[in-house]
């Protein structure tokens, strides 16, 4: 092999790999559409705590502390890990999205001395169409 065939088949290699690395990244954008869509700021109505969701990460901020957990979305719930390692046997948090995410519902946040309801910041409802009676 001459070296300019072996130049041109180094720099076919290489894009190749780069193209597969952008290839995952979309790959991985559909697979998780659902999850990395899911945003927001949520609080409640008892304290000043709060829920960020963002790219797959979840922030519990308290006044001592923020806790940062991964979490997916599947058919209408977010799923909060909890588990710090897979040797760990620690349920998920489970909340109900309700809407077009303006309230999560939660029946095991008191499990963890959270409370129940969040509501978003900024929820803005989509625009619905007005309905008039023709006479």
Same mark, same amino acid.
């Given at each position: ?15 190749? #790999?780069? @193209?597969?690395?952008?290839?995952? /990244? !979309?790959? %991985?954008? &559909? ?7 899911? =945003? ?39 799923? #909060?890990? @909890?588990?710090?390692?897979?040797? /760990? !046997?620690? %349920?998920? &948090? ?7 995410? =303006? ?33």
């Amino acid at each position: 092999m001459d070296r300019g065939a072996g130049v041109k088949w180094i720099l076919s290699a290489l894009f190749l #790999v780069s @193209l597969s690395g952008c290839f995952q /990244e !979309k790959l %991985e954008e &559909l697979v998780n559409h659902e999850t990395l869509s899911f =945003e927001g700021l949520y609080s409640n109505q008892y304290n000043q705590n709060t829920l960020t969701f963002s790219q797959g990460v979840m922030s519990y901020d308290m006044k001592s502390q923020t806790i940062t957990r991964e979490y997916r979305v599947e058919d209408g719930y977010v799923y #909060v890990k @909890l588990a710090n390692s897979s040797k /760990e !046997k620690r %349920e998920d &948090l489970i909340m109900r999205i309700h809407g077009k995410g =303006e309230l999560l519902t939660c029946s095991t946040c008191a499990k963890y001395s959270m409370v129940n309801i969040w509501v978003k910041e900024d929820f803005v409802a989509p625009e619905q169409p007005m309905i008039t009676s023709s006479q």
